[in-house]
């Protein structure tokens, strides 16, 4: 079967660093993405990885690592407004999207 | 202002009872999903269209109908709902093979 896991829940203090990983086993693989979902609204876009390696929006970063079907979200400068849940997505066969459960990241002061 | 929109945002209803769950978006995207939202399990697909009258199953099509007579639009369908359909759902668009994904507000449905 098809699936990408990563931790439930990761919990960090204001101004440091985190990375949320994902690893994924799917049919096909066109890509890893990651969304942003602040409790009750809808996933935004974060990032996305096609190819291996790193890709840098400000405080946040993506990794990709095709042969160990891999990859992180990367957050540096942890504000408190980061408080969400966050979600890896895999571009599969057919142009599904493919998700991981989602991590909750809880930010303390 | 591109964005996808649902309709009704919050929605309470009992066991048997027809409901349409609608989404429309303005972005003239061809691919277009359903999903659901439940505690722990993520975002689990519904069904997705990858165009006008086109239509497939995701991972959780049991106790849904959709359709893609226009573009822009594409309505969640539940024919008998039942509390197990108790859910937060997500509308959302995407332009073709891009890996951007929009979505919709969100509908918190309860049925009891």
């Known amino acids: 079967g098809q699936s990408l896991e990563q931790p439930s829940e990761v919990t960090a203090v204001e101004g440091a660093i985190v990375q949320i990983n994902c690893t994924y086993q799917?049919?096909?693989?066109?890509?890893l993405s990651w969304y942003q979902q602040h409790d009750g609204g809808a996933p935004t876009f974060l990032s996305y990885?096609?190819l291996d390696g790193l890709e840098e929006t400000g405080r946040f970063s993506s990794f990709l690592s095709r042969s160990d079907s891999y990859g992180y979200l990367l957050l540096q400068e942890l504000q408190m407004k980061d408080s969400a849940s966050y979600f890896c997505a895999v571009r599969g066969s057919n142009y599904q999207l493919i998700w991981g459960a989602g991590t909750k990241l809880i930010i303390k002061p | 202002e591109a964005q996808v929109t649902q309709n009704p945002r919050y929605l309470i209803t009992v066991t048997g009872k027809k409901l349409t769950v609608t989404c429309s978006q303005n972005?003239?995207?061809?691919?277009m999903s359903w999903y659901r939202q439940d505690p722990g399990l993520g975002l689990r697909q519904i069904y997705y269209?990858?165009?006008?009258?086109?239509?497939d199953k995701g991972d959780v099509p049991e106790g849904y109908k959709v359709s893609r007579k226009e573009k822009r639009n594409f309505p969640l369908i539940l024919e008998s709902p039942s509390p197990n359909q108790t859910s937060l759902y997500f509308c959302a668009s995407r332009d073709g093979p891009a890996y951007e994904q929009y979505f919709g507000p969100g509908t918190r449905l309860t049925v009891t």
């Open positions: 972005m003239n995207h061809e691919y």
């Open positions: 990885n096609g």
């Open positions: 269209s990858m165009n006008v009258e086109v239509t």
């Open positions: 799917t049919s096909g693989f066109y890509g």
